[in-house]
């Protein structure tokens, strides 16, 4: 009996041994596997070396909220490189990866997102109107399914647009508005209909691809003797934001640009921010990971703009911005 009893000790000693063995790893393993990820998928890519401001709103807003990528999040992003074919095939791919919440920035890639999953909750950002059929959402209150998100919809946002445009270079008569092959629709359309409300006359230029002829978009623009160039919000104008940016001052073109592209020197960034609208996104995120059903989170405006003029372009360029628009910019470029 003596001997039974000292070999049940030696073995619950042994099994007590091994449980503060591996008590800890298992406990690392737990928490690892608890380690929540986001997938993030933009329509656009950033020009190399240059940091993406929504993709910076985001991580800002999750740090403010208690997350440490790496730590307690990690961000799986997964990026076009001008390629827009590409969005069905990378949204697939964080399906697969059965990521927690995907987030992403354009109405091409909410729609590829939405496409691939109807479980896994998305938070689209940068989508003009997620009305518009194929709709995103089924009511901006109460969106349903498992998509919500932030717009920046404005029905008169073209319009304060081109009487800005207008406003700072006097005389403007004919205004080139470069948008994208791959997202033309209701923006260009809208574009167009307030130049024409405005007594400017329109030209549209589309292009794409990884490499798009923007060379020939400028002589296009210059060849119809076009005043001045929009650009619009599109993947591939964030893509190539800096070299837009440098073809507009070697052809002396007065430029405005989405706020976000300020970096690209053009003339007047205006609009609202894409770092803005990341840092909200953080916090819809943050519910989602808690529990909140993305359905029941209504669909936000991004209202606030800014306006954002660089004297150093206009110098260039040889342009004088007036006085009283000088006096409504938040932000001057000297």
């Not at 073109?253 to 020197?265: N, S, Y």
Request: proline share 7%.
């Amino acid at each position: 009996m003596r001997r039974h009893i000292v070999l049940l000790s030696w073995t619950l000693a042994v099994i007590l041994a091994l449980g503060a063995v591996l008590r800890p790893a298992l406990s690392e393993a737990q928490q690892s596997a608890k380690i929540p990820r986001v997938g993030y998928l933009p329509s656009a890519s950033p020009p190399p070396g240059t940091p993406y401001a929504h993709l910076q709103g985001l991580q800002k807003g999750l740090g403010d909220l208690g997350y440490v990528e790496g730590r307690n999040i990690i961000i799986e992003s997964r990026w076009t490189e001008g390629r827009l074919d590409r969005l069905p095939e990378l949204a697939a791919e964080l399906v697969r990866l059965k990521v927690d919440v995907i987030v992403t920035v354009g109405g091409v890639g909410a729609r590829a997102a939405k496409d691939a999953t109807t479980t896994i909750p998305v938070v689209f950002a940068v989508v003009v109107d997620p009305l518009v059929p194929p709709a995103l959402v089924a009511n901006l209150q109460r969106p349903g399914g498992n998509v919500t998100g932030f717009t920046t919809f404005d029905p008169q946002g073209a319009r304060n647009r081109l009487e800005l445009l207008k406003e700072a270079i006097p005389g403007l008569a004919r205004v080139a508005i470069l948008g994208d092959q791959g997202t033309r629709g209701t923006t260009i359309a809208a574009n167009e209909d307030a130049a024409r409300a405005v007594g400017l006359e329109p030209q549209v230029l589309l292009v794409g691809g990884p490499n798009p002829d923007l060379e020939g978009a400028f002589e296009a623009a210059t060849r119809e003797r076009a005043n001045a160039l929009v650009i619009l919000e599109s993947p591939v104008a964030a893509t190539n934001r800096v070299r837009i940016g440098e073809l507009a001052v070697k052809h002396r073109m007065p430029t405005l640009f989405p706020r976000d592209h300020v970096d690209a020197g053009g003339l007047i960034a205006y609009g609202a921010s894409l770092a803005e609208a990341g840092r909200r996104m953080a916090a819809y995120v943050d519910r989602i990971l808690k529990g909140a059903k993305p359905g029941d989170l209504p669909v936000e405006m991004v209202t606030r703009r800014e306006l954002i003029i660089n004297l150093r372009t206009a110098r260039e360029i040889g342009v004088t911005i007036p006085p009283e628009v000088l006096r409504r910019a938040d932000q001057v470029i000297q």
